[in-house]
């Protein structure tokens, strides 16, 4: 015969203790609007976390402006892995040009290396061209102006394999 024992504060008839509401409630991140840039004092190795408008899918611009080297990361609450980057924009500021599905994001801006100061954060839509229909062994070639994007359409007729031609 076997007896076990167990605490009455483990079993399923006991009601869990009441959690704070400050404890549940989800961090209030300050919010961007597109062309409007956010500036934000940065010590060394210092971030902030923003909430990026993402209304629609598309492509969206993300950089900041200054003379401070700064990396930055967007991310999901759910998708731990940011796209992310570091100095790769003008002057030693950061770039990150994702498409992003409509949804909430995080951007978190760090000032890199030794430097601290005033950096500018912004957010923009990139704008993407309709570029028309893709046609079977007719070439297509467009030029673009930077910060700009272009959307082809094309058909697949039948089931198949299909590969890049030379």
Do not use: C, W
């Not at 492509?59 to 402006?65: I, K």
């Not at 998708?79 to 951007?107: C, I």
């Amino acid at each position: 015969m076997n007896v076990t024992e167990t605490p009455v504060r483990l079993l399923q008839a006991t009601t869990l203790p009441a959690v704070p509401a400050d404890e549940t409630a989800a961090p209030v991140l300050p919010a961007m609007q597109p062309g409007a840039p956010v500036f934000v004092n940065l010590d060394r190795g210092q971030s902030v976390t923003f909430a990026p408008p993402v209304a629609t899918d598309g492509l969206y611009q993300f950089q900041t402006t200054g003379l401070l080297e700064t990396g930055g990361a967007i991310r999901t609450r759910v998708n731990p892995s940011p796209q992310e980057a570091e100095g790769n924009g003008v002057g030693r500021n950061f770039l990150l040009q994702p498409y992003l599905r409509e949804g909430d994001y995080q951007l978190t801006v760090q000032a890199q290396g030794h430097t601290a100061g005033h950096a500018g954060v912004s957010v923009a839509a990139t704008p993407v061209m309709d570029a028309g229909v893709l046609a079977p062994n007719r070439p297509a070639r467009l030029t673009l102006e930077p910060g700009t994007a272009a959307a082809y359409k094309f058909h697949i007729a039948a089931d198949g394999t299909y590969s890049k031609s030379n």
